[in-house]
């Protein structure tokens, strides 16, 4: 539980002049927010709390040129703006409280650990424990979450938000308490929150979350008694394009002696360099973009990962040439739209786009190339899962709604990097692809 009574006192009023609001946001608020002179004060009113150096449930605030006392229960707690604050977690961090289960098959993946939830209740106790246990996390947001999960036992499903929740650490908490709140959301049955609710009550035996954080394809998923299992994967919004790597090359290359020829190579390039192609992404694009895109054979450059390498250090003597083909590459209209854009140019310098150059050209080649892009589009169709979208902008004004969708339905676009272009390293991930409803 959050910092309340005498502790709360103790740990951010006492003998203390504090600026800070009135919190009116909670069944166990919104009836105490009276002064003892008798004037309500509205959920976010600022006011300046004196803590005095004795405790009492009623400290001495003033308002508005106005004195009087009011429960120290209605007295948000002071903290730093969410701008400034980092939370460090993830859904893993808030499962601690499910009970240990073994998917057999999911995305692919056999024997995934997992952790079952069977109720609404478990899942909001699970969040609630796990945002107490992180250090980095603000008493204040574990509050506003108590807030909303009690209010929800009065069937209220919005948050107030309280003052000392910004737009950035209602991001953080739509991003990663999102996950788990699609399984609550479900438990709950609650059709104005989700678009379409995939768990049904008579078959279900537990939502769960793979408890490995690197676990690719799948944040959570409902199971059946059966054994059915129906994956979800969360985005806060339109969410983070997911990986081409992780998602879409390992199923490819269990299907290679169907593959388009385009697509043949695509994965050629990832058996060459060999390894988990979802840990290596940018030596596979190095790779193609040498190979394939610049059509530089093996033995004129027995090592393409090698060419960055040198530009990683700014070393134009032996491969400068290369900055020079991808600039006539881009110049000549590249493989389309995205591998053409100006912007590549204008970044070359000492070759820093050129990461940039070849995931922008192998998305193009997929997504201008009809048997390619079919044969995508049916690897992600065949594997079966929901897309579930919390409405970004619903959140930060406190109502919650998801947005479900199987992703056979939806529109796939493979994208290049998302980093800057003039971004080498192509920090933020190499070729994606987003599924768009």
């Not at 959050?2 to 103790?10: H, L, R």
């Not at 929740?165 to 399984?183: A, H, P």
Request: hydrophobic share 35%; with cysteine; proline share 4%.
């Amino acid at each position: 539980m959050s910092t309340t009574g005498k502790g709360k006192w103790e740990k951010y009023f006492r003998d203390r002049e504090v600026d800070t609001y009135i919190k009116a946001n909670s069944k166990s608020t919104e009836s105490k927010n009276t002064t003892e002179s008798g004037v309500v004060l509205e959920h976010g009113t600022p006011i300046t709390a004196f803590g005095g150096n004795t405790y009492s449930t009623f400290l001495t605030i003033a308002w508005n040129g106005n004195t009087s006392k009011i429960h120290i229960d209605t007295i948000e707690k002071p903290g730093t703006k969410g701008s400034q604050v980092r939370m460090n977690i993830e859904a893993t961090k808030l499962i601690g409280g499910g009970k240990d289960e073994t998917v057999p098959l999911l995305m692919g993946v056999k024997d995934v650990k997992s952790k079952c939830f069977y109720s609404a209740d478990e899942i909001s106790k699970s969040i609630l424990e796990g945002l107490e246990a992180e250090p980095s996390v603000p008493d204040f947001v574990v509050t506003q979450m108590e807030d909303y999960f009690n209010d929800n036992n009065q069937r209220n499903y919005k948050f107030l938000w309280s003052k000392s929740i910004d737009d950035s650490l209602r991001k953080q908490i739509g991003v990663y308490v999102g996950e788990l709140l699609i399984g609550y959301m479900m438990f709950k049955g609650q059709s104005g929150h989700v678009s379409q609710n995939i768990i049904n009550k008579q078959n279900v035996k537990c939502f769960v979350v793979p408890d490995d954080p690197q676990f690719a394809g799948a944040d959570s998923a409902v199971l059946d008694k059966d054994g059915t299992v129906h994956p979800i994967s969360s985005k806060f919004g339109k969410g983070a394009p997911a990986s081409f790597w992780a998602n879409i090359a390992p199923v490819a290359l269990k299907k290679y002696n169907a593959a388009p020829k385009e697509i043949q190579k695509l994965l050629d390039s990832v058996k060459a360099v060999g390894g988990p192609p979802e840990r290596s992404g940018k030596k596979i694009v190095w790779h193609y973009g040498i190979r394939e895109i610049m059509n530089i054979p093996r033995s004129q450059i027995p090592e393409p990962y090698d060419v960055f390498s040198a530009l990683k250090k700014k070393d134009l003597s032996k491969y400068g040439y290369i900055v020079e083909m991808a600039k006539e590459y881009v110049n000549a209209g590249g493989d389309g739209k995205e591998s053409s854009a100006k912007v590549l140019i204008n970044n070359i310098t000492n070759g820093q786009s050129l990461t940039a150059i070849w995931c922008r050209g192998i998305a193009d080649r997929i997504m201008n190339n009809k048997e390619s892009f079919q044969f995508i589009k049916e690897i992600i169709a065949g594997k079966n899962f929901y897309q579930a979208n919390l409405d970004d902008g619903k959140f930060l004004r406190g109502d919650v709604y998801f947005k479900v969708n199987l992703v056979s339905k939806g529109k796939v676009e493979v994208i290049g990097s998302k980093a800057a272009t003039n971004n080498l390293d192509a920090s933020q991930g190499t070729v994606n692809y987003s599924i768009i409803f």
